[in-house]
């Protein structure tokens, strides 16, 4: 199946970046998000960050003017005519669930739709969808026209066709996939979670520094960003949702959220999003 155009549902931190990478790279795109206002906030994202690019040279004015051209932003009564449509709406069953609820009345017969869930099982999220041989898991990293993954994620009823697509369409964003198994956490978070756990529990026992926990991965394994620096870059609430779908899926205590992380989650310092974390950002 030949993708032409891409439906985005939620212009957030990974929707806007989704939208703006598929019009980058050729795509008409049409985007939409719960209100107004979330929506006109996300397609601005997307110009600034274009304008930031023009900044850079790395673009000129006139590809950043078609780029944009090619992103409408519109309901989700607009997704009739899209090939593929990437969910990316908040972390929550219920809200990908009324969502893709809402595209069972709109969606055309053959039209693949993606979830960029990094959490839930795409075989749950598929029973709700008239189609789902169509439904696959496409999950992108945060910044995503930085990141060069997707994991495609295949549920028990994805067909190998969707899949193939799926896996097509990231490598014309110019990403590498890889093939993973519907497993909570997938294989990225499988693994990155529980290692920014650790962080949290390393701080509350007075291991080191929150600076120097970072310091640590970073200067010592060379991460780009030391965990707690991640996970408040992440959102301190999506990486304990994430942490509780390992621990209740795959049933052992070492997944067991750190009491620290929960805390900051109860005070409402989510990270970077709320201009505190870990370490503050109000200034
Ligand atoms: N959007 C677009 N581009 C961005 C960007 C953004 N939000 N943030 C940074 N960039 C670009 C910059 O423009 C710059 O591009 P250039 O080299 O072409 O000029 C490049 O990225 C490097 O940026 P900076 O020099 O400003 O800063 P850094 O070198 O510190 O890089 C970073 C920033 C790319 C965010 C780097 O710190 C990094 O890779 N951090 C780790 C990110 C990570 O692990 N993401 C995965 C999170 S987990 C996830 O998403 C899954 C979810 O399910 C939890």
């Keep these: 199946m030949a993708i032409k155009k891409v439906g985005v549902l939620g212009l957030g931190t990974m929707g806007h970046g989704i939208a703006q990478v598929a019009a980058a790279s050729g795509f008409e795109v049409i985007a939409t998000d719960a209100t107004d206002e979330f929506m006109k906030k996300g397609l601005a994202r997307i110009e600034k960050n274009l304008g930031r690019l023009v ?12 780029i944009l051209g090619r992103i409408k932003g519109g309901g989700v009564k607009d997704f009739g005519d899209a090939d593929l449509i990437v969910e990316a709406v908040t972390e929550a069953i219920e809200v990908k669930k009324k969502v893709f609820g809402l595209l069972n009345d709109v969606a055309k017969p053959g039209a693949i739709l993606a979830s960029n869930t990094s959490s839930i099982s795409i075989t749950l999220l598929s029973s709700v969808v008239k189609e789902p041989e169509n439904f696959v898991g496409m999950h992108f990293f945060n910044p995503v026209p930085v990141m060069k993954l997707v994991e495609i994620i295949s549920g028990l009823q994805t067909s190998a066709d969707a899949a193939q697509v799926a896996t097509e369409f990231a490598q014309s964003l110019g990403k590498t996939t890889i093939a993973v198994k519907d497993s909570a956490g997938f294989a990225v978070n499988r693994l990155l979670i529980p290692m920014i756990n650790e962080a949290f529990c390393a701080l509350d ?13 970073q200067l010592g394994c060379n991460h780009p960003m030391g965990p707690l620096t991640l996970a408040d870059f992440v959102g301190l609430d999506v990486t304990l949702n994430a942490l509780s779908v390992l621990y209740n899926d795959l049933g052992s205590d070492k997944y067991a959220p ?22 503050d950002y109000s200034k």
Excluded: N
């Excluded at 900044?55 to 004015?61: L, Q, S, T, Y």
């Excluded at 291991?207 to 991965?217: R, T």
């Design 205 to 217: 026992e007075g291991v080191a520094s929150a600076e120097e926990i970072d310091q640590a991965m």
């Design 55 to 66: 900044e850079k040279e790395k673009i000129d004015a006139a590809k950043r003017d078609e």
């Design 258 to 279: 750190s009491q620290l992380l929960r805390k900051y989650v109860e005070a409402g310092r989510l990270g970077r999003k709320t201009g505190r974390g870990v370490y």
